[in-house]
């Protein structure tokens, strides 16, 4: 909080809404994400669903 005693809500708005600056990303980029790993399903993953037949 910045300004200690509001006198309207726009000032009230207006404090509550800042972000602090850590959080903004200024000056810091986060890295782009990579390419998921593909996945299969294998027989383990495949019987740990009794009854599959039903769902399908």
Known sequence: MSI???NTLAELI???T???E???GT???TPE???AA???VDEANYAQVVD???YV
């Open 27 to 29: 000056g810091t980029t």
């Open 4 to 6: 200690p005693e509001a």
């Open 38 to 40: 593909p996945w299969r």
């Open 18 to 20: 800042a972000l602090p």
């Open 14 to 16: 207006d404090d509550c």
């Open 52 to 54: 599959l037949d039903a």
């Open 22 to 24: 850590e959080l903004t």
């Open 33 to 35: 994400p990579g390419a």
